[in-house]
């Protein structure tokens, strides 16, 4: 009869253990699901801040315009190419959506440079405005990015950690890939030459 009791007392144990470490594994795998909603979520304002920007450049700087359309061309692709949050595990997946991002980072890059020729527009309060929001918004980029990071790196320890990660073999849950510098050059510091 003890014996009896001390398989079932083991067994709750075991029971109890699994449902708290799955429950877990639930709670940070949609963790790292709000944080990659909120770094979609500042792409997104800066793709919506962009055309605004173009607008407010075109005025003055009309004989630009394959910059013009390069930033226009990069912002389209940037959003088209979407990442489900199912596919967050898959490197190529990641890797595809940061090229995007990065792209339209570059051609932004560029329409920045040019608009050191014309001095009439940075001094224009819709240009200044403008730039504002989006300095503000590569802020929250970074910032969304680094939420995410943090929350992957918890959800993967979590996942590869012992005995954790039986529990996750059984309830299929695969590490998560996080944000990498994909833009050449990213990790040196750019040199500004006047």
């Not at 001095?119 to 995410?148: C, W």
Request: net charge positive; hydrophobic share 40%.
């Amino acid at each position: 009869m003890k014996a009896l009791l001390v398989v079932i007392g083991l067994a709750a144990v075991v029971g109890i253990y699994g449902c708290a470490t799955y429950n877990g594994l639930v709670g940070a795998d949609e963790s790292v699901k709000q944080h990659w909603a909120d770094v979609e979520g500042a792409y997104q304002r800066r793709a919506d801040l962009i055309p605004n920007l173009v607008s407010t450049v075109k005025g003055y700087m009309a004989h630009e315009e394959k910059v013009l359309e390069a930033v226009t061309a990069a912002r389209a692709q940037a959003t088209q190419v979407k990442l489900d949050v199912s596919k967050l595990s898959d490197p190529k997946a990641v890797e595809e959506f940061e090229k995007a991002q990065a792209q339209l980072s570059g051609a932004f890059g560029r329409l920045l440079a040019t608009s050191e020729r014309y001095p009439d527009l940075k001094a224009n309060d819709n240009f200044k405005t403008l730039m504002s929001q989006l300095e503000g918004t590569e802020n929250r980029i970074n910032v969304e990015r680094h939420k995410y990071n943090e929350s992957v790196q918890t959800y993967n320890t979590k996942v590869r950690s012992f005995p954790t990660s039986m529990v996750a073999g059984i309830g299929h849950f695969q590490a998560k890939v996080p944000f990498k510098a994909t833009t050449a050059g990213a990790e040196q510091a750019p040199k500004v030459q006047f």
